[in-house]
C-alpha cells in the first residue's frame, strides 16, 4: 500500500518527492487505523521526518492527526498536513468560507 500511495503522489504532483514513509504496520486490520490514539500519528509523523523534507503528509481518513497537526509543525518546524485537514480545508473553499482556524496547522490558517 505504501509503495501504492508514493507513487501516486510523486506521479500526481510535480516536482514531489517522498523521502520516508512510516505506517501503523502490517498487523493492523484495515479499519483498525480509527482505533489507535493521535499520539500514534505524531510518532509516526517524527520518525518519518527526515531534515531535507519541506514537509510532512499524514494520509489515511480514518488517522486520528488533526489534534496533533499544530504541535507537530511546532516541533518539526515545518507544515504537516493530513488527509482530513486538506479534506476541511478544500470544503470550506468550495462553499466559499475563508475563515481561518487556529489550533489544525497552518493550512486552515491560511
Do not use: H
Request: proline share 5%; aromatic share 6%.
Amino acid at each position: 500500500m505504501n509503495a501504492k500511495a508514493k507513487e501516486f503522489l510523486e506521479t500526481s504532483v510535480q516536482g514531489l518527492k517522498v523521502l520516508k514513509m512510516r505506517g501503523p504496520g502490517q498487523n493492523l486490520a484495515p479499519l483498525s487505523i480509527g482505533d489507535l490514539p493521535p499520539s500514534s500519528a505524531y510518532e509516526l509523523a517524527r520518525e518519518a521526518n527526515v531534515q531535507e523534507a519541506d514537509g510532512i503528509f499524514i494520509s489515511c481518513t480514518n488517522f486520528r492527526a488533526m489534534e496533533i497537526i499544530a504541535r507537530l509543525e511546532d516541533g518539526l518546524m515545518k507544515p504537516v498536513v493530513t488527509s482530513n485537514q486538506a479534506s476541511l480545508w478544500a470544503a470550506l473553499r468550495a462553499i466559499k468560507v475563508g475563515d481561518r482556524i487556529k489550533g489544525f496547522g497552518r493550512l486552515l490558517e491560511l
